[in-house]
């Protein structure tokens, strides 16, 4: 089972602030690793895709890239709505997800 | 817009069957192109992938699980109401968890969820 390790667990940033979160692979996806919005009591919104892809309906403030073992996320300036937890997920190997980080507001 | 809404009872007692239906709105379940799956996440952990059903026109509807559940698990459609369901049997305390539904197109990724829903195991 392929193991993805978010870091930080808990970014606390102001809005306007850049936010660079990390999902470290336990092998190589290449670059088969998408990343989740969730909030609580909504569905998961997929924001990523194929690391760097932004999903349909996606602003442009959300960007992806890596690949092979290691993906960042980058919300390039916070605003109100973005705070919540983010998930990465990798599909090369079935499907397993990062335990999350949580974006919250400083 | 897609929808999907799961639903279900909220409390199961140990050693029976856990039964989940997510109801899909503004589109087909039995569409080749889309794969319907089921992923949980229990509290304090990480979301983990169920198992997951399609249709193809060749062989109907088609499954495939997490091996780590897959003696347990059946998920099956209901194509004239537009759903399908997720059946985990012997359930333990371990299976409490958020419980969602989800379209994925074959091995690529979750695009529509349900908000999920959470089930108890206990006594």
């Known amino acids: 089972e392929i193991v993805l390790t978010q870091s930080p667990a808990t970014l606390s940033l102001s809005p306007g602030e850049r936010a660079t979160l990390s999902c470290r692979a336990s092998q190589t996806v290449s670059n088969y690793l998408a990343w989740y919005q969730h909030k609580p009591g909504q569905a998961p919104r997929l924001l990523i895709y194929?690391?760097?892809n932004r999903a349909t309906g996606i602003p442009a403030r959300f960007s992806g890239s890596g690949s092979g073992t290691d993906f960042t996320l980058t919300i390039s300036s916070l605003e109100p709505e973005d705070f919540a937890l983010y998930y990465c997920q990798q599909r090369s190997n079935w499907w397993t997800f990062g335990q999350g980080t949580k974006v919250e507001i400083k | 817009q897609l929808q999907l809404q799961e639903s279900g009872p909220g409390l199961v007692k140990p050693s029976e069957t856990l039964s989940l239906t997510c109801t899909v709105s503004g589109g087909s379940i039995s569409t080749s192109s889309y794969y319907w799956g089921w992923i949980r996440q229990p509290p304090g952990k990480r979301l983990e992938w169920i198992g997951s059903?399609?249709?193809?026109?060749?062989?109907?509807?088609?499954?495939y699980y997490n091996p780590s559940l897959k003696t347990r698990v059946t998920i099956s459609v209901d194509s004239s109401k537009n759903q399908f369901s997720l059946k985990l049997s012997s359930v333990t305390a371990a299976d409490t968890a958020a419980y969602y539904c989800a379209r994925h197109q074959g091995m690529t990724y979750f695009d529509y969820w349900g908000q999920g829903t959470l089930v108890t195991v206990s006594s």
């Open positions: 059903i399609y249709y193809s026109v060749n062989t109907y509807y088609n499954t």
């Open positions: 194929d690391a760097s």
